[in-house]
T-cell receptor, first 115, second 112 residues
Framework: DTAVSQTPKYLVTQMGNDKSIKCEQN?????MYWYKQDSKKFLKIMFS???????INETVPNRFSPKSPDKAHLNLHINSLELGDSAVYFC??????????????FGPGTRLTVT | GNSVTQMEGPVTLSEEAFLTINCTYT??????LFWYVQYPGEGLQLLLK?????DKGSNKGFEATYRKETTSFHLEKGSVQVSDSAVYFC???????????FGQGTELSVKP
């Protein structure tokens, strides 16, 4: 009955590889997000989708490509992985169209290590 | 642009001590304010929120009041427990797209 789930929980890979992280929410929310948490715990938005449409695209290298097959899923594909991509990636969801009053519900995170 | 600044950690307290973690923000319009907590090895959980000026959010003994005049949302707890040891994030959410803007996080360590 997990609300926001991510797979895998841990991902270790080599530079240059391509990898994907999957996210699913069973809360019926319209909006989903990807955040990156660096080694100093700093969290920053990467992308947001509302009903499968991209609404936020921060300054993120175009090696990162989100895909939302339906409003319950938001996957993150990363091409040509670099050492600096090592971080914890969090998926989140919220009701409504992104209005300020709604809180976001976070997944458990995916720890990506690039060697 | 919008931003959030928290007091730097780590903060180390003894059990039953009083906790304050300062948070100030810069925003246009009327953002909502949140405190999230991240326990070791886990994701973020919403601790409390306030959506307009003078609102007080409270949960699990923690409180924070939305102060528009001082642009602050300080987190307080009267008596901390070892189980409160975690990283605490202050965040704001403006209306433009709904993204959360986080402070840098404050690590709290409570010793028995």
């Amino acid at each position: 009955d997990t609300a926001v789930s991510q797979t895998p929980k841990y991902l270790v890979t080599q530079m240059g590889n391509d990898k994907s992280i999957k996210c699913e929410q069973n809360l019926g929310h319209d909006t989903m997000y990807w955040y990156k948490q660096d080694s100093k715990k700093f969290l920053k938005i990467m992308f947001s989708y509302n009903n499968k449409e991209l609404i936020i695209n921060e300054t993120v290298p175009n090696r990162f490509s989100p895909k939302s097959p339906d409003k319950a899923h938001l996957n993150l594909h990363i091409n040509s992985l670099e050492l600096g991509d090592s971080a914890v990636y969090f998926c989140a969801s919220s009701p409504g169209g992104g209005g300020a009053i709604y809180e976001q519900y976070f997944g458990p995170g995916t720890r990506l290590t690039v060697t | 642009g919008n931003s959030v600044t928290q007091m730097e950690g780590p903060v180390t307290l003894s059990e039953e001590a009083f906790l304050t973690i300062n948070c100030t923000y810069t925003a246009t319009g009327y953002p909502s304010l949140f405190w999230y907590v991240q326990y070791p090895g886990e994701g973020l959980q919403l601790l409390l929120k306030a959506t307009k000026a003078d609102d007080k959010g409270s949960n699990k003994g923690f409180e924070a009041t939305y102060r528009k005049e001082t642009t602050s949302f300080h987190l307080e707890k009267g008596s901390v427990q070892v189980s409160d040891s975690a990283v605490y994030f202050c965040a704001l959410r403006a209306n433009q797209g709904g993204k959360l803007i986080f402070g840098q996080g404050t690590e709290l360590s409570v010793k028995p």
